[in-house]
């Protein structure tokens, strides 16, 4: 599993307000300038984001809403409140507006995607949360093992077969597919070169493609030599859900 499961609320880690947290996350990942820009007639970028993956979770944005109106209802001053607002991306909010101001006008845009049957429109992410929040697996495999330090762990041996057979016996088949799946389904977004440069640092990754490599041609060495190894293992495909996700993940159900 990717995530933590946010909606088993008796599992020993679970944490207050973990769903505004993860909102908070969104809302971190954009420029200053950006963030907590949200008017009555159009989300921001933060909140767009949040939405798209949103519809990948059924319950979500009901769940971020009930969230901040229990805050707000305690008020930020509260002490529970304030240890659980400091241990979260930290709010730094525009001029004129407070923390309040900026939580209140979250909610009309919650309200309307779940009240509008849990639908975004489908657009490419447009932050680095999203982008791995998108690609979980993939960003695992890139974050972890195509980092600046691979000269370290592996030594001279840093190549791209040494790399991903450490990564295939360091994960579970299921991540495995998982990744190779969404390799593919970043390839169908687009080839462009600059595209998959940006994307895939996005994503973690830290070092160039092997030599004389695009992007588009690295990723798919990287399919080819996973599901060469996955066939070697006779992997099977686990039934729903496939812990590669959270179980509340539509994508755990081949949805």
Request: charged fraction near 25%; glycine fraction near 6%.
């Amino acid at each position: 599993m990717t995530q933590p499961d946010i909606f088993d609320d008796d599992a020993p880690w679970a944490e207050r307000l973990p769903e505004l947290r993860l909102l908070l996350e969104a809302y971190s990942s954009v420029p200053l300038q950006e963030r907590f820009t949200d008017t009555p007639d159009s989300p921001s970028k933060a909140m767009r984001s949040y939405l798209r993956m949103a519809t990948f979770y059924p319950g979500r944005a009901f769940r971020a809403t009930a969230e901040i109106l229990d805050t707000l209802k305690r008020g930020l001053d509260d002490p529970e409140v304030t240890a659980d607002m400091d241990s979260m991306s930290r709010m730094i909010v525009p001029d004129g507006r407070t923390r309040e101001d900026c939580l209140t006008a979250m909610i009309p845009h919650l309200v309307a995607f779940t009240e509008g049957g849990e639908q975004a429109a489908v657009q490419k992410p447009e932050t680095r949360w999203e982008w791995r929040e998108r690609f979980p697996n993939l960003g695992n495999l890139l974050g972890s093992y195509y980092h600046q330090d691979i000269g370290y762990v592996y030594g001279n041996n840093a190549t791209s077969e040494v790399i991903l057979a450490d990564y295939f016996t360091t994960n579970w088949p299921y991540e495995v597919a998982a990744a190779v799946s969404e390799i593919d389904e970043l390839l169908a977004m687009g080839s462009d070169e600059d595209f998959l440069e940006m994307t895939t640092s996005m994503l973690g990754r830290q070092v160039r493609p092997s030599r004389g490599l695009s992007h588009g041609e690295w990723l798919s060495s990287i399919t080819r030599d996973l599901q060469g190894r996955l066939q070697g293992v006779d992997y099977q495909p686990p039934a729903p859900p496939n812990p590669a996700y959270p179980a509340h993940d539509k994508r755990a159900w081949g949805r």
